[in-house]
């Protein structure tokens, strides 16, 4: 079974800083996809960020970069010129590359504090 | 809709009663995912429907959960004979599709999910 791993529970970065979360996986697959998910008080999931693992280059959208490093099962979340709106819950999420359902598998979350 | 959405949003109710959770996934989205998610921990799959078919009900914790899905739309979470420990918020997601790995056709949409308490 899949299981992925956020060992940072709670987080705290100044506004304009950089911060990196964390987030490491356990799989036996070579294909799948990597998610970063956030959560903010309103309960709705918003996707982050996404990862093909057959793809060596880093994905990236706008301040939100991953470190994607396939062989140390590590998938880490580095959000650049922190803002006050990114406060919120960040979850990690793995889904195996097949077309049976898709569902996905979260990790326990890191609370992100942004302080002004 | 222009959402997923889910009704209610959030429900009290006594140990030991039946509650139904509802999920109306994007308009023409074929598979939709229940996902429950206790305090402060992260979301655990519960069922996958495709149409209204649920090839992979694996996460229902119990018999006292069943899912169902008419029409290959709305949705329902039945809890029948709550327990304390079924309190959660329960999340529904709904994707084109769940039968192809292009992430651009699966991507799942989240509703806001249901905050269910069991006194």
């Known amino acids: 079974a899949q299981t992925v791993t956020q060992s940072q529970p709670e987080m705290s970065v100044q506004e304009a800083e950089t911060v990196t979360l964390s987030c490491t996986y356990d799989t036996s697959e070579s294909d799948y996809y990597l998610f970063w998910y956030k959560q903010p008080p309103s309960r709705q999931m918003i996707l982050v960020i996404r990862q093909e693992a057959y793809k060596q280059q880093n994905a990236t959208e706008n301040r939100f970069s991953v470190n994607f490093q ?6 880490s979340l580095k959000i650049s010129d922190s803002q006050l709106g990114d406060a919120a819950m960040y979850f990690c999420a793995y889904r195996i590359w097949d077309n049976a359902g898709n569902m996905l598998t979260f990790g326990g979350g890191t609370r992100l504090m942004v302080k002004p | 809709g222009a959402g997923v959405s ?8 006594e140990k030991g009663k039946d509650v139904e959770l509802r999920c109306d996934p994007i308009s023409g989205h074929t598979a939709l995912y229940w996902y429950r998610q206790s305090l402060g921990q992260g979301l655990e799959f519960l069922i996958y429907f495709q149409g209204n078919s649920a090839p992979d009900k694996s996460g229902l914790p119990s018999d006292r959960f069943s899912a169902e899905r008419t029409g290959g739309s709305v949705s ?18 709904s994707s084109l599709s769940g039968l192809v790995a292009e992430p651009q056709l699966n991507e799942q949409f989240f509703g806001p999910g249901t905050r269910l308490t069991v006194l």
Do not use: G, H
């Not at chain 2, 889910?6 to 109710?13: G, H, I, M, Y």
């Not at chain 2, 039945?78 to 999340?91: F, G, H, K, W």
């Open chain 1, 70 to 75: 396939k062989a140390a099962k590590s998938f």
């Open chain 2, 6 to 13: 889910q009704s209610p949003s959030n429900k009290v109710t």
């Open chain 2, 76 to 93: 329902t979470l039945t809890i029948q004979r709550t327990q304390q420990e079924d309190s959660a918020v329960y999340l529904c997601a």
